[in-house]
């Protein structure tokens, strides 16, 4: 095996792992990876040797990985397979990847703190005060993220590196 291979290889295997820990399927996080990688776009026969997965898995990941808006179909002329390949920015893949965790994650959450918030203030005073309280401030910690997150999503790389530059430096300051 090349040295390419092996630092390939060991990628792929890392970022399978990792994506198992931000909740991600395991073989999605291959897939994207191998993606990722690869200078060209690759079909599902061609996945499915580099991973060494079945069609299925491929399958799966594939229409899981479009789901989420960073894996695209691409077609080659004069070939009759469909290709794929994954965004190459990581700017832009950080922003798909965030903008669809706060659909799946975060919003569904504010809306549950909302409701509960709505329904315990509706309660008398006496009851549910601690509970009101700590969801209330859980509800404002989501919703202060949210306005932080629109904010960061208007930026351009550029800014968001420079703002990041001077909180560290405010932050070297404060220390």
């Known amino acids: 095996m090349s040295e390419l291979n092996k630092i390939k290889e060991k990628f792929i295997l890392h970022w ?20 990722f990688i ?6 599902a026969n061609d996945i499915m ?9 491929v399958s799966m990941a594939l229409r899981e990985l479009i789901a989420w808006g960073i894996v695209n179909r691409v077609h080659i002329k004069g070939e009759r397979r469909e290709f794929y390949t994954t965004e190459k ?3 832009t893949l950080f922003r798909i990847i965030a903008r669809e965790r706060k659909k799946r ?3 569904p959450t504010i ?11 509706q309660m008398p005073d006496t009851d549910g005060n601690y509970e009101r309280e ?3 401030n ?15 999503e208007m930026q351009t790389p550029t800014s968001i590196l420079k703002l990041m530059g001077k909180a560290l430096r405010v932050k070297q300051l404060i220390s």
């Open 138 to 152: 859980l509800l404002d910690f989501f919703e202060t993220g949210i306005e932080v997150y629109k904010d960061l």
């Open 38 to 43: 690869s200078p060209e776009p690759l079909c």
């Open 134 to 136: 700590q969801l209330k």
């Open 16 to 35: 399978g792992e990792m994506g198992s820990l931000w909740g991600i399927n395991r073989t999605m996080a291959q897939v994207h990876a191998l993606l």
């Open 105 to 107: 994650e975060v919003d």
């Open 49 to 57: 040797a580099e991973l060494q997965i079945s069609r299925g898995n």
């Open 89 to 91: 920015d990581v700017w």
């Open 111 to 121: 809306e549950v703190l909302r409701e509960s918030v709505t329904k315990l203030n």
